[in-house]
């Protein structure tokens, strides 16, 4: 049996996709080119905290707040499959933070989920270590 164009492979492209996505957006600091890579609510679990953004008003400024004011641009180190479906995908993503100089602030692991809605692929949630 081949594996070639199973929706489960269309799903995992589209996942990696939004994640190429949302880091360019991100260091760009595109606030409208972030939250398209996010569906709202968005949640994220870190640590035992729970946030739940319901739209994407206050999401960038939340994120700046905990990056750091040293946080220049981010880097995703791996990101690794752990399973998908045709609607949803699970992925472990190494998540670096560096300083303008290029200098390391922070490495942690996070957990996305990515869901098709309405046939737009996008983050639903995250659980993830990074530091508070």
């Not at 399973?83 to 490495?107: N, P, Q």
Request: charged share 25%; aromatic share 10%; glycine share 4%.
């Amino acid at each position: 049996m081949t594996r070639d164009n199973l929706p489960e492979d269309e799903a995992v492209t589209a996942a990696l996709a939004v994640m190429d996505a949302h880091i360019a957006a991100l260091n760009s600091r595109e606030q409208s080119a972030i939250a398209a890579t996010l569906h709202f609510p968005h949640i994220r679990l870190s640590g035992s905290a729970l946030k739940i953004w319901e739209t994407e008003d206050s999401y960038f400024a939340d994120f700046l707040a905990r990056a750091g004011g040293d946080w220049h641009h981010s880097a995703f180190a791996n990101i690794r499959l752990l399973h998908a479906s045709a609607s949803k995908v699970h992925l472990d993503a190494e998540i670096r933070r560096f300083t303008a100089g290029d200098r390391l602030i922070t490495s942690f692991r996070s957990l996305w989920i990515i869901t098709d809605e309405g046939g737009r692929w996008a983050a639903k949630m995250r659980s993830s270590f990074a530091p508070e």
